[in-house]
């Protein structure tokens, strides 16, 4: 069974992304500087592509292999021809078309038939006995829907048995946008070429993707030199965030942080909003919020000062306030409103949530010291659009919130996308035990502790993301994804956000 929660091998995944149109342009670029073929580059992949699949199963001794006229199929040609020398019997189906193949396509091909090796048409009867199915039907060119004879073969391979192993992207996903507008493949392992693009890591790509192994092709020397505007951010990257704290340090020096919400009947999101920053590194946290929910949320957590928002109690938490957090559990009327105008016009870092950007969906402004944490259904509305929308295209959408918005933008989900003016990253952390209540009340917290801490906008959301996933995945490790509860982020919080002594106990 395939595992999508948890990328098992990430020290060989870079941390820069490319624009999936960019790094076509620039594979020739690269080769040429280093003085390599095309077709090298070609042989490599093939080879690289070859020894994940041996390795991942190397009892599998018959293979079917998918080649698409293009050179995600030359690729395929040339691990059906490496297995065959392997001792691997090997049964190769091959896309017809009309217009010639690439150069390099080609050559691999007629080295393919040189070698003995047989090219049979996509409609012949699969054989009986298949290990291992290796996906070469489509590359990172695919724009739309697969064609109807290519989804055929897409959706025989995803009802065989047998394994599948992703030629550079699963066919079917979109390279740039991680959707999948029609049938797509369903990889347990994906091999991907020179560099990570988008597609592998948000919209459906977990669902799709399997794990994930990248080969740079020898061209590192050249990436390296390269700037790319997009990083996958991921566990290894928090200890650069969240340094030692001084031995003298106080409270004082980690933020005084007001949270604002929790209207009748929603307490719970307000309490796991302050704990949460508290749980992360906060100094202080203050909690304005209706009268009722003093008592029980101070009884849960007596370290988070609990106060009734009032006009003189709001007025007052914004003098003293380092950052705030509004949102979680506010609700749309006049309560929440007059609490959310007052807020508009703080000036130091703050984060909207929840209610308030639904909100900020009906009178729209924009603020260059706030953090939006939107997910989908929420960006829809702030987008005047629909989810399907947002979700065709998460990358894209995310720029249009920091376009409309200003700030920096948090766009959640399986590989949320963090998105400010300059520059954009996905988050690599996280799993499907997260879809559950709460759990962004709980990211709302961490972030507002992380600027209350000093770090930057952009820096508090990628880090605060990173520690919301890893705190998880480190849960799903232990007990599974199902049954995953928001407030039990907060046994491991302590944990990631303390990077430095993180390995020091046995988790």
């Known amino acids: 069974m395939t595992d999508h929660t948890v990328n098992k091998n990430p020290a060989s995944i870079p941390h820069s992304i490319w624009h999936a149109d960019d790094l076509r342009r620039a594979e020739k670029e690269a080769a040429d500087s280093l003085g390599i073929t095309l077709y090298e580059l070609m042989l490599r992949a093939g080879e690289a592509a070859f020894n994940v699949a041996r390795s991942a199963y190397p009892q599998a001794a018959h293979w079917l292999v998918l080649c698409g006229h293009g050179n995600n199929g030359g690729d395929g040609y040339v691990v059906a021809r490496l297995a065959v020398a392997a001792g691997i019997r090997v049964t190769l189906l091959a896309l017809e078309s009309d217009k010639p193949l690439p150069e390099e396509a080609s050559a691999a091909r007629e080295t393919w038939l040189n070698a003995g090796g047989v090219i049979h048409a996509p409609d012949i009867v699969w054989p009986e006995e298949v290990d291992l199915i290796v996906d070469g039907l489509l590359g990172t060119g695919l724009r739309s829907a697969p064609c109807e004879n290519i989804a ?41 070429f020179i560099a990570l693009k988008p597609g592998l890591l948000t919209g459906k790509a977990r669902d799709v993707v399997g794990m994930l192994h990248h080969h740079a092709l020898g061209l590192e020397s050249w990436l390296a030199g390269q ?95 380092d950052v705030v957090v509004i949102g979680p559990g506010l609700g749309q009327q006049v309560w929440g409103k007059q609490a959310l105008q007052k807020v508009e016009n703080f000036r130091k870092p703050m984060l909207w949530d929840a209610d308030a950007l639904n909100l900020l969906a009906i009178n729209p402004d924009k603020r260059h010291n706030r ?38 933008a948090v766009l959640k989900g399986a590989g949320t996308v963090i998105a400010s003016d300059e520059t954009q ?7 499907a035990g997260m879809a559950s209540g709460g759990m962004g009340d709980v990211l709302s917290g961490i972030i507002g502790a992380l600027l209350g801490q000093k770090l930057p906008l952009y820096d508090a959301a990628c880090a605060g993301c990173v520690a919301h996933g890893v705190a998880a995945d480190k849960l799903a490790a232990r007990y599974g994804t199902r049954g995953m509860l928001a407030t039990d982020l907060f046994c491991t919080l302590r944990r990631v956000v303390n990077p430095d002594v993180i390995d020091v106990e046995n988790d």
């Not at 749980?279 to 609990?306: D, F, H, K, Q």
């Not at 939006?372 to 629909?386: D, F, I, K, V, Y």
């Not at 990253?425 to 799993?431: F, L, P, R, T, V």
Request: glycine residues 10%; charged residues 20%; negative net charge.
């Open 152 to 192: 055929a073969l897409i959706e025989h391979a995803n009802r065989h048995s047998a394994p599948v192993v992703a030629l550079d992207i699963p066919s079917g996903l979109i390279a740039q946008t991680g959707a999948t507008p029609g049938a797509v493949i369903q990889a347990a392992h994906t091999v991907t």
């Open 227 to 321: 700037e790319t505007h997009l990083a996958r951010f991921d566990a290894s990257q928090l200890a650069a965030w969240l340094p030692p704290r001084r031995p003298t340090s106080h409270k004082g020096d980690h933020g005084r942080l007001v949270i604002i919400g929790g209207d009748h009947g929603t307490a719970g999101a307000i309490r796991m909003t302050g704990e949460a920053a508290l749980r992360c590194g906060a100094g202080l946290v203050r909690v304005l919020t209706r009268i009722e929910n003093i008592a029980p949320i101070v009884t849960a957590r007596p370290e988070l000062m609990v106060h009734e928002l009032t006009p003189q109690a709001l007025e007052e938490s914004l003098e003293w306030a």
């Open 371 to 408: 953090i939006l944490t939107p997910h989908p259904g929420e960006a829809a509305r702030l987008l005047n659009c629909s989810v399907a929308e947002i979700e065709s295209d998460r990358l894209l959408s995310a720029q249009r919130l920091v376009k409309r918005y200003g700030g920096v």
């Open 425 to 431: 990253g996905i988050i690599d952390a996280g799993n």
